[in-house]
């Protein structure tokens, strides 16, 4: 398990480390585990068989009943709940689909749940990735998602975080740490110290405030001394590559920076397919890309050189080409859409923020009213109305400081990409 711990690593889109949920210690552990067994060529979940003894090291259960505590813990995780906000809508959904155990084999099999997908599986933009080691044995729920978040801007060097907003996305309730001192001396601190001392990472913070109250924090990132996490798409050395059996570092190179592949689906293909079958399949898919015809290059590189495309195909085939086609176009809208609307939201969010900074108390107090008459008209009550509340101000402060509606900077946003 300490082998597991050193060599793996765990990449998860940048809205999923965004998103709001609350797990204890023991259930983040296990989430960490199962992200850090994906391979980076995966293309659909596995169901993931984890050893109930290796299980119960990994998440801190020492006793003799630590069967039982396994079940009663991942009982416990099936009906936790996380939020993903895009733009277009608010996904709530649960980590795991099922565990089973096996009686006497003392092994449980568990699943993600498939909507997951997206968010752990072939990521290429906006994603975070860093060691399993650096966050396992964290022993703060806290100290993990403040690591994340720090992660995800380590390249910048600071984030700056609206104090709701990090309550919301720590999935701190309204009726805790109602305090900021609460928040920086039970979550903040010790986080801080957790995190200097167990991982790659340190941090210090400054206060942002609205008059005499603390309304922001904006962290400092620096990184410690330490070697840099594999980069899975980074192409090794050739004389690494010469021991691998892989003599064509050309092509290598060619599979990997022109055709996303990583470096475990490069070396398959270079050592299972002749030169001449990958390069003109290469030639085949480089003409569709070309030709605005694919735009997941990596899969249907992949798919190309093992069903070796460069054959003459029946119209059998070239119909099924045209369908997947069509469906990679939708896809690559769909990306576009979300990264439009991930980037609208970072705009509304700076908009909302610098609004209500120059606004007095009572001007904010007439914004809230307005707010509580909208929820109130709407009739959203209950469980979520929190967070109605504060996607409402932000609307009304976005708004009031000129940000357009999304579909208008929508519009103009494309104008300017089609240039």
């Not at 259930?27 to 060529?41: C, F, G, K, N, V």
């Not at 809208?333 to 939201?345: F, I, K, N, V």
């Not at 708004?399 to 494309?414: C, H, N, V």
Request: aromatic fraction near 10%.
């Amino acid at each position: 398990m300490k082998n597991l711990e050193e060599k793996s690593l765990v990449v998860k889109s940048n809205r999923l480390i965004e998103a709001s949920y609350r797990l204890t210690t023991q259930e983040q552990r296990l989430i960490l585990l199962m992200a850090s067994m994906i391979r980076s060529d995966d293309v659909d979940f596995h169901t993931y068989q984890i050893r109930v003894k290796d299980f119960n090291d990994i998440v801190g259960i020492k006793d003799k009943a630590g069967y039982r505590k396994t079940k009663d813990l991942t009982k416990k995780l099936l009906s936790r709940i996380l939020e993903i906000r895009s733009e277009r809508s608010l996904l709530q959904i649960s980590w795991l689909s099922s565990a089973e155990y096996f009686e006497g084999q003392g092994y449980v099999e568990l699943s993600f749940d498939p909507k997951l997908k997206p968010y752990l599986l072939q990521i290429k933009k906006y994603f975070t990735q860093y060691r399993l080691k650096d966050v396992i044995r964290l022993k703060s729920f806290y100290s993990v998602r403040l690591y994340e978040l720090l992660k995800q801007y380590e390249k910048i060097g600071q984030r700056a975080v609206d104090l709701e907003e990090l309550r919301h996305v720590l999935g701190i309730r309204p009726n805790e740490y109602k305090l900021y001192g609460h928040i920086k001396n039970r979550v903040i601190r010790p986080a801080q110290k957790e995190l200097n001392s167990k991982t790659d990472i340190r941090f210090e913070f400054k206060e942002q405030k609205t008059g005499r109250k603390v309304t922001g924090l904006t962290f400092v990132i620096y990184r410690k001394k330490e070697e840099p996490a594999e980069n899975l798409w980074e192409v090794p050395e050739e004389a690494e590559l010469e021991k691998s059996g892989i003599s064509n570092k050309e092509l290598y190179e060619k599979l990997v920076k022109y055709f996303c592949l990583s470096n475990a689906q490069a070396q398959e293909i270079v050592k299972k397919y002749d030169t001449e079958r990958i390069e003109e399949n290469l030639s085949y898919v480089e003409d569709k890309y070309n030709k605005s015809l694919i735009s997941d290059i990596a899969p249907y590189t992949i798919k190309a050189i093992k069903e070796d495309y460069r054959l003459q195909r029946s119209l059998f085939d070239i119909e099924k080409e045209e369908k997947e086609q069509e469906q990679e176009k939708r896809n690559a809208l769909q990306r576009l859409s979300e990264r439009l609307e991930e980037e609208y939201r970072s705009l509304k969010v700076s908009a909302a923020k610098k609004m209500r900074e120059s606004l007095s108390e009572a001007e904010i107090s007439q914004i809230e009213a307005m707010v509580e008459q909208d929820i109130e008209k709407k009739g959203q009550t209950g469980i979520g109305r929190d967070l109605f509340f504060r996607l409402g101000m932000e609307e009304h402060l976005a708004r009031k400081a000129g940000l357009p509606t999304f579909t208008e900077w929508r519009q103009e946003r494309m104008k300017e990409l089609q240039k």
